[in-house]
C-alpha cells in the first residue's frame, strides 16, 4: 500500500468517526447555489466561500472552465437539484496560463510522461512513446484570467440549457491574499434577466 493510499485511508476512518448528522445533509445544496472553480490544489472553496457540507455544489475542472461537462454540471444542479445562483472563479497564478494548445499537444506527441518547466519553457523528462491524440482536445487555457472569466460567464449565459433568471457571478481568487476579487464585466454579462 502507498504511503498516500495509507494516509488517505486513516484519515477516512477518522472522518467516519466523528460523521453523525451528516447522513441527514439533504441531497439539494441547502444555500441553493454552485461554484465552478479550478482544480488547483491552493483552492479550498469551503474556506473561501464560507462552506459546510450540504451547503453548495462545487464543480472543479483544470482553470474552472465552462467546458461542456461543467455546463452539463450546472444544468442538472439547477434542473433536478434547485440551484438558483452561479459563481465562476478562476484565480491568480494559474498553471493553465503556462502553456497553449500546441504546448500540449507537442508534450504530449513526444511522451506520456511528466513534464517540467523552467525559465526556457516546457520539456518532455521522459522517452517516448507519446500519442498524437493530445493535438486534437481544446486545453482552454488562460491568456488572462479577466478575459476567461468573463469568456466562461458569456459561454454559461448564452447557453441554450441555462434559463436566463439565474444570474451568474464572475471572480477572480487571489492565491497570495485569499481574497475574491470581482470581474465587473463579468458579473454585468451574467446578470440574471
Same mark, same amino acid.
Given at each position: ?12 476512518n ?15 445544496? #441547502?444555500? %441553493?447555489?454552485a461554484?465552478l ?9 469551503? +474556506?473561501?466561500? /464560507?462552506?459546510? !457540507?450540504?451547503d ?5 475542472? #483544470?482553470? %474552472? ?13 439547477? +434542473?433536478?437539484? /434547485?440551484?438558483? !445562483?452561479?459563481?465562476v ?51 482552454l ?14 459561454r454559461?449565459?448564452n ?19 485569499g481574497?475574491?476579487?470581482?470581474v ?10
Amino acid at each position: 500500500m502507498s504511503k498516500i493510499l495509507e494516509e488517505v485511508l486513516s484519515a477516512n476512518n477518522n472522518y467516519v468517526a466523528g460523521f453523525g448528522a451528516k447522513s441527514e445533509l439533504a441531497l439539494p445544496p #441547502a444555500r %441553493g447555489f454552485a461554484i465552478l472553480t479550478c482544480m488547483d490544489a491552493r483552492l479550498d472553496p469551503a +474556506k473561501y466561500a /464560507g462552506l459546510a !457540507e450540504g451547503d453548495a455544489h462545487v464543480i472543479r475542472n #483544470a482553470g %474552472g472552465r465552462a467546458s461542456d461537462d461543467a455546463i452539463r454540471s450546472l444544468v442538472i444542479s439547477y +434542473k433536478l437539484l /434547485g440551484t438558483k !445562483e452561479w459563481f465562476v472563479i478562476h484565480h491568480t497564478n494559474c498553471g493553465m496560463e503556462l502553456f497553449t494548445n500546441e504546448i500540449m499537444g507537442g508534450l504530449l506527441s513526444s511522451s506520456l510522461k511528466t513534464a517540467s518547466i523552467d525559465a526556457s519553457g516546457w520539456h518532455d523528462c521522459g522517452e517516448g512513446p507519446g500519442c498524437t491524440e493530445g493535438k486534437y482536445i481544446n486545453w482552454l487555457t488562460i491568456k488572462t484570467q479577466e478575459e476567461s472569466v468573463l469568456e466562461d460567464v458569456k459561454r454559461i449565459r448564452n447557453h441554450a440549457l441555462v434559463p436566463k433568471n439565474i444570474p451568474i457571478y464572475g471572480y477572480i481568487y487571489d492565491v497570495k491574499s485569499g481574497k475574491l476579487i470581482e470581474v465587473p464585466e463579468a458579473t454585468a454579462a451574467g446578470k440574471a434577466a
